[in-house]
């Protein structure tokens, strides 16, 4: 039996399978060890989500990178012993292989850590509150910076993998030593995205705009949903989007209804006859307001905004803590004081009066264009 299996072992190393077998034994053992570092950090983390919430971001997204990198390392560790079992063209790409793996396996995790530091952020600053202006400003930053350092990460373990391979190597030292056309051609080509990279840095620090921040652009109301390097999703109110260049919002005009705070103060503007009581609809507006429980509790008002040779204008004003129960609290306003108005003061709803010439006729007023 021993001779049996000394003459097999012979000849596994006389064909070289016995590195083989070394190898890809290194490589189980790697993923057996990862196995069980993976579920023994579980264990410990279970039931620890809500208070630690960035230890399992980190569990959930680095799980795939792990798996990569642990039989990696473990092939990577057992290569030198058996190296002389190989030929020389077939240790050079062993050793650029399993480089270039590593170098993969390291940028994966790295962006996973900055995903998992996303959601662990995310988690921890919630935008569905009445007061999210922090969270905003938080999320904001973190959406932007992540996709800059994971661009970053890309093209440096790009560059590194690729200058693993002499001919690749050749190719990009003959490249940039090639004509200066080629340089100005490469550069304004790259232009436009350079700008866009360095507006997205620039929204990132100084925030014109931040997730949810409710927004008017492009004559359009609604929600700023998404923030790339190079666009941004405006969430519309009748759930279209608008995707506009990043250089949008450092170059025109726009409004933004949370810069600072959500309370808003809207109008209402009503067209009445002069003889409409503003006093008492004054009263009635702010019976209204109080009644509602879209209003803050904060603005109400009721003024004459301006008087044509036909109607005054009345203009009333309430605030609410956010744009979408605001334009609540103006439908409502509006639809009260025009129900208010027609069931108690009628002959205030706009009159068009007519002079008629003739005996025994004088002014009286006429509605709707009567004669």
Request: proline content about 4%; overall charge negative.
């Amino acid at each position: 039996m021993d001779a049996l299996l000394t003459e097999a072992l012979n000849v596994l190393r006389r064909t070289g399978l016995d590195a083989v077998l070394i190898l890809a034994g290194a490589a189980v053992l790697g993923g057996l060890v990862y196995g069980a570092v993976h579920r023994g950090l579980r264990a410990l983390t279970r039931g620890l989500e809500g208070t630690l919430p960035l230890r399992g971001a980190l569990l959930r997204w680095t799980r795939g990178p792990l798996r990569v990198l642990a039989p990696v390392a473990c092939v990577y560790l057992a290569l030198p012993a058996v190296r002389a079992s190989f030929a020389d063209t077939t240790q050079a790409v062993l050793d650029n292989g399993l480089q270039g793996l590593f170098v993969v396996g390291v940028a994966w995790a790295l962006i996973a850590v900055l995903y998992a530091v996303e959601e662990a952020v995310s988690e921890r600053y919630k935008t569905d509150v009445p007061d999210n202006l922090e969270a905003r400003k938080i999320i904001t930053q973190t959406r932007i910076l992540r996709r800059i350092a994971a661009t970053a990460i890309v093209v440096i373990a790009g560059g590194i993998v690729l200058m693993q391979y002499d001919p690749l190597r050749e190719l990009g030292t003959g490249i940039l030593a090639s004509a200066g056309i080629v340089g100005i051609v490469v550069g304004v080509a790259a232009q436009r995205t350079l700008s866009d990279l360095i507006a997205g840095i620039q929204i990132a620090l100084t925030q014109p705009i931040r997730v949810e921040d409710v927004v008017i652009v492009e004559g359009e109301f609604g929600w700023i949903e998404e923030i790339t390097l190079t666009y941004v999703v405006v969430r519309v109110w009748d759930r279209r989007r608008i995707v506009l260049p990043i250089t949008h919002f450092l170059e025109q005009p726009f409004q933004n209804w949370t810069r600072t705070s959500a309370d808003l103060i809207g109008t209402v503007f009503l067209y009445l006859d002069y003889t409409v009581p503003v006093e008492e609809l004054r009263d009635e507006l702010r019976r209204i307001v109080e009644a509602s429980e879209h209003w803050d509790g904060d603005v109400v008002g009721l003024q004459m905004t301006d008087a044509s040779e036909r109607t005054v204008t009345l203009r009333a004003t309430a605030s609410a803590k956010d744009a979408s129960t605001l334009w609540s609290l103006r439908c409502e306003i509006r639809e009260r004081l025009v129900a208010y108005i027609r069931e108690h003061h009628p002959d205030a709803l706009p009159a068009l009066r007519t002079r008629l010439d003739g005996p025994g006729e004088g002014e009286r007023p006429a509605r709707g264009g009567d004669a």
